[in-house]
């Protein structure tokens, strides 16, 4: 692997009815899964989700109850996990803290006896961007630093799959973020399949192509995260992936690409595409916090207004989010950016709108 060359991608995963089954509950419920050569691939969920026992299952450090895994055209289900063409990058790095760092990196190449161990060792560390760190043992980096090599030494023999369960968990907020870059641009680079496991929905959403949202075992929904996020199918999806208000609807009528709903008394209007096939009643309308606005009570632009009283407001110096009560009783959370438009105040009167296209519509989960 030479630093800066374009690998062919590799690694095509499937996950074919597999299950995972203790005693007394159900880790990973029957999930099937296709998983693109070279995609950076991740599994989100929160704790007990079965994201980490599925990564588990992918390395071969867990054995399913049943189904299969397969890589390319190989069955790797009961393949031992040093068999496997799949490495694993944990949140502790597991460093050899006697060793400096190029010999932690080829230590694996060494036990191989690759004869040009030292060269794809250093290679490794060029991408990682730590050659000048080469002599220097563990100690002497940083968090961050430390990652990295862990990184280097899981992608120098080429797996076919790198694993990363929850990699950045113990850094701190600010190279967390910058990891997040760099794992993205190492992806791009080599060209190896990424599937990472994490809590973290800005993380998944940040760095991967693909996202499976996890839930009790199963895949709630699987798609880009820019699909996720403007058209989640489940209200566990919607509040997971940032925050939603939920308004319940009933459907009135469908003319053409327009549906009329009403929401507690309120006639609203919604995109007949965002209605589930079928359903008219049980309905939710979802509208994320920022695609509202504070508008006029006499602004005639808006077809979707509501009115309530604001009951808080938070500055976080880009935005202001206010909590607007409705006359039912419902908190809607509201987000404007500070462009220099008027804030609102507390106990304040206002009237919020929305565009139709920025709202979905989920049915009962």
Same mark, same amino acid.
């Given at each position: 692997?030479?630093?800066?060359?374009?690998?062919?991608?590799?690694?095509?995963? #499937?996950?074919?009815?597999?299950?995972?089954?203790?005693?007394?509950?159900?880790?990973?419920?029957?999930? +099937?899964?296709?998983?693109?050569?070279?995609?950076?691939?991740?599994?989100?969920?929160?704790?007990?989700?079965?994201?980490?026992?599925?990564?588990?299952?992918?390395?071969?450090?867990?054995?399913?109850?049943?189904?299969?895994?397969?890589?390319?055209?190989?069955?790797?289900?009961?393949?031992?996990?040093?068999?496997?063409?799949?490495? $694993?990058?944990?949140?502790?790095?597991?460093?050899? %803290?006697?060793? /400096?760092?190029?010999?932690?990196?080829?230590?694996?190449?060494r036990q191989l006896k690759v004869a040009n161990w030292k060269t794809k060792a250093m290679e490794a560390l060029e991408l990682v961007?730590?050659?000048?760190?080469?002599?220097?043992? %563990?100690?002497?980096?940083?968090?961050?630093?430390?990652?990295?090599?862990?990184?280097?030494?899981?992608?120098?023999?080429?797996?076919?799959?790198?694993?990363?369960?929850?990699?950045?968990?113990?850094?701190?907020?600010?190279? #967390?973020?910058?990891?997040?870059?760099?794992?993205?641009?190492?992806?791009?680079?080599?060209?190896?399949?990424?599937?990472?496991?994490?809590? +973290?929905?800005?993380?998944?959403? $940040?760095?991967?192509?693909?996202?499976?949202?996890?839930?009790?075992?199963?895949?709630?929904?699987?798609?880009?995260?820019?699909?996720?996020?403007?058209?989640?199918?489940?209200?566990?999806?919607? /509040?997971?992936?940032?925050?939603? /208000?939920?308004? %319940?609807?009933?459907?009135?009528?469908?003319?053409?690409?327009?549906?009329?709903?009403?929401?507690?008394?309120?006639?609203?209007?919604?995109?007949?595409?965002?209605?589930? +096939?079928?359903? $008219?009643?049980?309905?939710?309308?979802?509208?994320?916090?920022?695609?509202?606005?504070?508008?006029?009570?006499?602004?005639?632009?808006?077809?979707?207004?509501?009115?309530?009283?604001?009951?808080?407001?938070?500055?976080?110096?880009?935005?202001?989010?206010?909590?607007? #009560?409705?006359?039912?009783?419902?908190?809607?959370?509201?987000?404007?950016?500070? +462009?220099? $438009?008027?804030?609102?105040?507390?106990?304040?009167?206002?009237?919020?709108?929305?565009?139709?296209?920025?709202?979905?519509?989920?049915?009962?989960?």
């Amino acid at each position: 692997m030479a630093a800066g060359v374009q690998r062919r991608a590799t690694g095509e995963l #499937r996950l074919v009815e597999l299950f995972r089954e203790y005693e007394d509950f159900v880790a990973v419920n029957g999930i +099937d899964l296709d998983v693109p050569p070279g995609s950076f691939f991740a599994l989100l969920g929160p704790s007990g989700c079965g994201k980490t026992t599925t990564l588990r299952m992918i390395a071969g450090l867990e054995e399913p109850t049943s189904g299969r895994i397969l890589l390319g055209t190989e069955d790797i289900t009961n393949t031992r996990a040093h068999q496997r063409r799949v490495n $694993t990058v944990f949140q502790s790095y597991a460093l050899f %803290p006697h060793l /400096n760092i190029i010999d932690n990196v080829g230590f694996g190449l060494r036990q191989l006896k690759v004869a040009n161990w030292k060269t794809k060792a250093m290679e490794a560390l060029e991408l990682v961007k730590l050659a000048d760190r080469a002599k220097q043992k %563990p100690r002497q980096l940083s968090g961050g630093m430390q990652q990295r090599v862990a990184l280097a030494r899981a992608i120098v023999n080429e797996p076919e799959i790198l694993l990363l369960d929850e990699p950045l968990g113990a850094l701190d907020l600010k190279l #967390r973020r910058e990891m997040q870059i760099e794992l993205k641009r190492i992806q791009q680079e080599v060209g190896i399949t990424f599937i990472h496991v994490t809590h +973290d929905q800005e993380e998944a959403m $940040t760095m991967a192509d693909t996202v499976a949202v996890m839930r009790s075992g199963s895949i709630e929904q699987l798609g880009t995260p820019a699909d996720l996020y403007d058209k989640p199918a489940t209200a566990f999806v919607a /509040n997971f992936l940032g925050q939603s /208000n939920l308004l %319940p609807i009933e459907v009135t009528s469908v003319s053409g690409a327009v549906a009329k709903v009403v929401s507690h008394g309120s006639e609203l209007t919604v995109e007949s595409a965002s209605l589930p +096939d079928g359903q $008219t009643a049980g309905l939710r309308l979802g509208i994320r916090p920022e695609k509202l606005r504070l508008v006029s009570a006499t602004d005639s632009v808006w077809t979707n207004r509501l009115s309530g009283e604001v009951t808080d407001v938070s500055f976080t110096g880009v935005a202001t989010t206010y909590l607007i #009560r409705m006359a039912w009783g419902q908190e809607i959370t509201v987000t404007q950016p500070n +462009d220099g $438009t008027a804030r609102a105040t507390l106990g304040e009167q206002v009237t919020i709108a929305w565009d139709p296209h920025h709202a979905f519509v989920i049915g009962a989960d």
